[in-house]
């Protein structure tokens, strides 16, 4: 495993609010020790997205071209997610086709940057009470094309465990339960789908014992996002500045022989500061996770 953080690590300025773009953001890492990066696309509605524009294809040969120079890789990245009430025929034709669009472009440029596993969100039945059987058949539909594109351009999928109470309107969200995102990756009989970890999202649904999931998940797990909370809100925070109980987690990732990085998601740990400890946070959050990291080898 190596540390790896994602490209929206530093997002904007607290203060001013000003756009810090994916470049400078690899940048900044980098300058704190880190080498592998996820590259965040998820945001498609942000006026900032990279995605949006007829210039896309540009932008990302311009960071993969900021991250050749620095000696950094991309190993995974976050593809664009449906957000509440998680029903994609929630939305309207305009959003369809925006998220289609980001979608597609998404997927390429995981395959421009050389990423290995993209992680997606599933969407969820809300039309008919979240039934589980049908959420299941949902998916296979709407996602079947981006994962043939992906399969095409060499790019694995991970689809990332959920959580049930992001929203008090949703009796439930599907792939909450890492049995049925299993069974929703076996489904497809093939190698490049895979499961997405994320240690603050399976906190949030009181999974109090990680290993017994990890363990369950075993060969399937592709990618993983770090960060911790306390249960209450997704606050993206670096280990333990929450309650996930790394040591147990760490020694089972190297039981199942997890071969992917071990990728922080904690932008909650460095936006959330002023810009002059921005730095300082980084360097911080790097120090934490080489810790981290070495409780794998106990």
Known sequence: MRLATTTNTIVNDRTTKAYTSPGESI?????????????????????HYILRNSDWES???EVAECASELK???????????SAPFDVRS?????LELFDI???????????????WVAFHAVTDVANNCEKGLSFS?????????????????????F??????DNPLIIRRYHAS???LCEFADSFHDGCVGVCWDFGHANRQHYKNQSAALKFIGKRLKALHVNDNHTIQDTHNIPFLGTVEWEPVMKTLTEIGYGGDFSFEIKGHVNNVPEPLKDKAIKYAYDVGSYVLSLAKL
């Open 27 to 47: 940048r900044r890492c980098v300058s704190a020790g880190f080498r592998v990066f996820d590259m965040s696309l998820m945001d498609f509605r942000n006026e």
């Open 91 to 95: 939305g309207t034709k305009e959003e």
């Open 102 to 116: 980001s979608m597609t472009r998404a997927i390429k440029a995981c395959a421009i940057l050389g990423v290995k």
């Open 178 to 180: 890492y049995e049925e």
């Open 138 to 158: 949902l998916n296979l539909d709407y996602f079947g094309k981006y994962i043939d594109l992906a399969k095409k351009l060499g790019v694995g999928i991970a």
């Open 160 to 165: 990332e465990n959920t959580v049930d109470i």
């Open 59 to 61: 932008q990302i040969f």
């Open 72 to 82: 950094a890789e991309f190993s995974q990245a976050h593809a664009p997610y449906w």
